[in-house]
């Protein structure tokens, strides 16, 4: 069914940046909107396409001034308005949404939005393809990598949503495929999105304070498989098939040909959903071999090298893609990731043997297990993008398997509420030492005894670098939030590699320094 905006009234709830861009979209197409925000002081955003020279466009200027409030909302504020826009930042049950859904106002998201338009396409203008990734962790990694091997393979297409890009923006544009990140806030606002590819990379304890509970939360992320044609599916991760028992029959059916090249087909037998199953493409990926989806394999007959990287290598369908000592993304679980882009290109018809040609042009996301200096065969890593206990773990998980020697960490933050003693198995199985700042310092004192509280960023890298030798890894992956100290999760990266640096500088001259501290 054909949706026309000019059909609608609308209110823009939550002025960041998503909010602004569903304004100026909205005005654009001549709909009538107005806006509120829970703020009394926001930052307003210019026209990225403007050629005012970081000055508001008139339009924007006149409803900033005019369509905007930030008071509470009277009793008639809804009247004559069908449709609340809900900005992923604020809540469903805030006392805005509450008074829209008693006034019978529909509530969505800009996603949901976007939907509603890309359906509603010609000939003139067909429908994007469209693909979504969420999970708890690596999510943007994955975003921009598939954006950016569908790009190198000759696919016009565009990254967008939770990654940064408003996803309107997105449908203005000529690309042929968006790329999406989701959040779960932007989920459970989104009932049509068609994609041909969704995937939940992971889940752990996240947002609980948003939703209430881990399955409010899963459940959320689940909306993503809704109105997907296929699922890309980590084989051994929990909580992230679209059905599991579905996926579990799969699995004990591949040797009957139920799952053949990569893909599953619906089964046979009767009790579970056959038709789930055959609505759905199913590819699977994971670290162990297969001769199914994307795997891993040693190719070297020696069973005593089959941890050595240079033996083993990502697999499709058991045939050789690329060795993991050729793979520049650091851990395990970045080999993850990649499986779950190259699953992700497959469903858009580009061959993995041409995917992964291009995966060394590909720069990882900024401050997700970047290496940022070694010195003396030490390797500085900057992390801080892993804001829960899950993101940690995955990046312990995955360094471990590459580190000859120890693993440094420079935690902590505001821990936002979460249980840090969960984090201990993980600490005392591959961590050396802690290093600990920030509001909830004293949570890792109690979860690892081998932990020193320190007050700045920088007494914590002269810290980790005293007690380094060649072959350790300084890790910063703070497993807690940033705002306590810092702007952001980029501005504690950024200061973390600036102390460094600043370090390493101090070292090139002085040589005694670099002895002393090493």
Not at 229 to 243: C, L, Q, T
Request: some cysteine.
């Amino acid at each position: 069914m054909s949706y026309n905006v000019r059909e609608h009234s609308y209110v823009v709830g939550g002025l960041g940046v998503t909010g602004q861009a569903c304004v100026r979209f909205l005005l654009q197409k001549q709909a009538t909107v107005k806006a509120f925000d829970t703020r009394a002081n926001f930052t307003l955003v210019t026209d990225p396409d403007s050629d005012l020279d970081g000055e508001l466009d008139s339009d924007m200027q006149a409803f900033m001034a005019e369509k905007v409030t930030c008071n509470a909302l009277s009793e008639d504020y809804f009247d004559g308005v069908d449709t609340l826009v809900l900005s992923p930042g604020l809540a469903l049950n805030i006392e805005q949404v509450a008074l829209a859904q008693k006034c019978g106002v529909e509530v969505i998201g800009d996603v949901e939005l976007f939907a509603r338009l890309n359906a509603s396409t010609s000939d003139a203008t067909p429908a994007k393809r469209v693909v979504g990734i969420t999970g708890s962790n690596g999510k943007t990694t994955v975003t921009l990598l598939v954006n950016h091997l569908l790009k190198n393979c000759g696919v016009k297409s565009i990254e967008a949503g939770n990654v940064g890009r408003p996803v309107l923006e997105a449908l203005q544009s000529d690309a042929d495929v968006v790329v999406m990140e989701l959040s779960s806030f932007q989920l459970e606002t989104t009932s049509s999105l068609v994609l041909e590819a969704a995937t939940v990379l992971n889940i752990s304890d996240d947002h609980l304070d948003r939703h209430g509970t881990l399955e409010a939360y899963i459940d959320a992320k689940h909306r993503i498989f809704d109105n997907a044609k296929s699922a890309i599916v980590w084989r051994d991760g929990e909580f992230v098939a679209p059905d599991e028992q579905i996926i579990a029959d799969a699995k004990g059916n591949a040797a009957s040909n139920a799952v053949s090249d990569g893909e599953s087909n619906a089964v046979s037998n009767a009790e579970f959903n056959e038709d789930a199953l055959a609505s759905k493409t199913i590819v699977e990926y994971g670290l162990g071999e297969s001769t199914t989806g994307f795997a891993i394999a040693s190719f070297d007959g020696d069973d005593r090298a089959r941890d050595d990287e240079q033996s083993l290598y990502i697999t499709f369908k058991g045939e050789k893609l690329i060795a993991l000592s050729d793979i520049h993304l650091a851990g395990m679980h970045n080999v993850l990731n990649i499986m779950a882009a190259l699953g992700i290109c497959q469903q858009l018809g580009v061959s993995p043997v041409l995917a992964v040609k291009h995966l060394h042009s590909f720069k990882a996301a900024p401050h997700r297990c970047v290496e940022i200096a070694r010195v003396n065969d030490i390797r500085y890593i900057d992390d801080s993008k892993a804001t829960n206990i899950g993101a940690t773990v995955a990046a312990l998980e995955g360094l471990a398997p590459t580190i000859q020697g120890k693993l440094i960490l420079i935690a902590g933050g505001d821990a936002k509420g979460a249980d840090m003693a969960s984090l201990s198995p993980y600490l005392t199985k591959y961590v050396s030492h802690v290093f600990a700042l920030g509001k909830d310092a004293h949570l890792f004192e109690k979860s690892f005894a081998h932990t020193t509280r320190v007050a700045t960023m920088k007494d914590a890298v002269k810290a980790a670098t005293r007690l380094a030798a060649p072959g350790d890894v300084v890790l910063l992956s703070p497993a807690c939030a940033s705002l306590d100290m810092f702007k952001n999760y980029m501005h504690r990266g950024d200061v973390f590699k600036q102390d460094v640096h600043d370090l390493l500088n101090l070292h090139s001259k002085n040589d005694d320094a670099v002895e002393a501290t090493s």
